[in-house]
């Protein structure tokens, strides 16, 4: 680890403040940043300690939903039972990820910024667009059967790796944030990342000192919610592909679906061509099908990953007949 | 809990290794812990890990570094009754917390209902995951009184009966290379069984 300074903060504004100074970092969990640093992956002057700010509660809000603050670490989440009852699929996609240490510790908007886990994003020895912009990428031509399929670029095939902001694209979660003027706004979570492009080095719409303080639920859309996630081992391993899938039934036919995908891209791949799909389709093998084609028409794969297509496909399929209650 | 409350200053830990040049301008941070029921206070480097404090500078080198990259386990100690990983964790950010290592389970001689478990069903062969393996399985137990659910939950509204799946499940951040599973299993059910703390 590189020296830092430390400042533990005691406000809000005070937190905005101290992070948006050259090279400081916000740090809440840390079990994602404290692993970077030690590896110099990652290398703050500054670390701005947010864990005393007043951002750990579940609220309800008004409209029937609710607002989730920042700080709740993901074991918090996954066992209120607000969001148990309202919203399985995101209790389903926490305890989907990591072990329980981690989830301890982990916070929620600590889990949306978490970065990848591109093997070449971690080996400094290797050219990462990422990690010193310019460089190259490794994982292009690498052993890369962990990244991306969708909407990356040649410059990066990083995968985001949460399986919770899979579960929050699915259910049209926003992120609140507050900027260093105290201005307030809302993000939906799928503009939350940036496309990787030519600047795979920025990854989020966040400025410099804002604060990610709330996660905002809606009121919990009709239908079915299941996580489904596929990896290499039963536990404690990070999607291979994972699929959340919300499937509202009118009789044997789909009033309306919602999906997205984890492991397939730089950010939770909601996938409106899926959901086009499946709206009034019957609910048949046959319709989950044609959301599965619809869904990766535009995928590609880079070698290793390949199989990443074809299992996206299937493990829709599954997720879909699960939430349809045919299998 | 405090027995015997000390405070344990060093004014300056000896350096993890770092050039001294390097740190000469930074400020070491003042922290105050509970472990085990005692009162310690040490000025630290800010860099410093919960699990690199207790090994270094308090000599409480039951908690053990396997992969210090948060994976493995072995370092699991109980923060204010949760179990987390002290490798990934800063020690100045837990400053005021309460926090119990392997050696603390023990009370008065008699050990700790798991460690008497882990000891019955011979739940170990080397040894040196097992003090993050009891941690983690007194946490367990706990969390599932508490009513959490978990991956192999199949209605994550319930809280489910803790079958050897759940188990299996709930202590995945554990590595034993030695494959003493079946027997951590054993030793856990046990205790969960017996309805012991």
Known sequence: MTPFRYERASDIAGACEAAARPMARFIAGGTNLVDLMKLQIETPAQLVDITRLPLDGIEETGEGGLRIGALVTNSAAAVDLRIRRRYPLLAQAILAGASTQLRNKATTGGNLLQRTRCPYFYDTTKPCNKRVPGSGCAALAGINRMNAVLGVSDNCIAAHPSDMAVAMAALDAQVETISLDGARRTIPIDSLYRRPGNTPSIETVLGPGELITSVLL?????????????????????????????????????????????????????????????????????????????????????????????????????TLAQAAGLA | MTSGAVTLTLASPPALGEPAVETASLPSEHVTLTINGRLYAIDLDPRTTLLDALREYFTLTGSKKGCDQGQCGACTIL???????????????????????????????????????FVHHDAFQCGYCTPGQICSAVALVAEH?????????????????????????????????????????????????????
């Not at chain 2, 204010?80 to 050696?103: F, P, W, Y």
Request: net charge neutral; aromatic share 6%.
């Open chain 2, 145 to 197: 009184r508490a009513g959490w659910p978990s991956h192999a939950t199949a209605d994550v509204a319930t809280a489910p009966a803790l079958t050897d799946a759940e188990i299996a499940e709930r202590m995945s951040g554990n590595i034993c290379r030695c494959a003493a599973y079946p027997n951590i299993v054993a030793a856990i059910r046990e205790v969960a069984e017996e309805g012991r703390p």
């Open chain 2, 79 to 117: 923060v204010n009754g949760q179990r987390i990983k002290s490798c990934l964790a800063l020690a100045v950010m837990h400053d005021g917390d309460e926090i119990t290592t392997i050696e603390g389970l023990a009370e008065e001689g008699e050990l700790h209902p798991m460690q008497a478990a």
């Open chain 1, 218 to 318: 809606p009121p919990p859309p009709a239908g079915r919610q299941v996580y489904r996630k596929v990896r290499d081992r039963a536990s404690f391993a990070f999607a291979l592909v994972s699929v959340a899938a919300i499937v509202d039934l009118d009789n044997d036919r789909v009033r309306a679906a919602r999906v997205a995908f984890g492991g397939l891209s730089y950010k939770p791949w909601r996938s409106a061509e899926a959901e086009a799909a499946l709206a009034g389709a019957a609910a048949t093998r046959a319709s989950f099908d044609a959301a599965g084609i619809a869904a990766l028409r535009n995928a590609r794969g880079y070698g290793h990953n390949d199989f990443k297509i074809p299992l996206a496909h299937r493990t829709l399929r599954a």
